[in-house]
């Protein structure tokens, strides 16, 4: 049966291991929040409080992993991401969709000059990562990547969404 880790909008990620659903989130709050989510979805979960730079599972378990809007609030993006290939199988796909760095030098700017308030004011949360290069540090192969701006302010919210693949 597949595995996969998988994740919500937020600080965390989520595995599905045999058919169950493992959610890993470093606040209690939100394991919370996503138990309250899940119940009766007919989904069998279970629920963890952890690092996603100290991922709590053996090497090479799942087939998948899922990230959306998660890698901007973890104080080590390309740590954890190296974490989450660890835990993936050779040939697993890792599927993200997150808010980084803009390739336009004005919003790029603006990014650069906000983040330290973003940081303080939203959880942690950096506007200036470069999602495509800290895939790419942590051994991703990137397959597909489709860049564009959310609806509202440029500055928070250049999108990166896609498929990486651990090399087989």
């Given at each position: 049966m597949p595995n996969k880790l998988t994740g919500k909008a937020g600080s965390s990620m989520s595995a599905l291991s045999h058919n169950l659903i493992v959610s890993v989130d470093i606040?209690?709050?939100?394991?919370?929040?996503a138990r309250r989510r899940t119940e009766g979805s007919g989904l069998p979960a279970e629920f963890t409080v952890g690092d996603a730079?100290?991922?709590?599972f053996d090497d090479a378990r799942f087939d998948s992993a899922l990230s959306t809007m998660t890698l901007c609030t973890i104080p080590d993006g390309e740590a954890?991401?190296?974490?989450?290939?660890?835990?993936?199988?050779?040939?697993?796909?890792?599927?993200?969709a997150e808010h980084g760095h803009a390739p336009d030098a004005?919003?790029?700017r603006m990014q650069d000059r906000l983040n330290r308030m973003q940081n303080k004011v939203a959880g942690g949360c950096n506007l200036n990562r470069e999602v495509d290069t800290l895939l790419t540090k942590a051994g991703f192969e990137i397959e597909t990547m489709r860049n564009f701006y959310m609806k509202g302010p440029k500055p928070f919210g250049y999108m990166y969404v896609g498929v990486a693949r651990v090399p087989a």
């Open positions: 606040s209690a709050t939100m394991i919370e929040e730079h100290a991922l709590p954890a991401l190296h974490e989450i290939r660890r835990v993936l199988k050779p040939g697993a796909r890792f599927h993200f004005k919003v790029a």
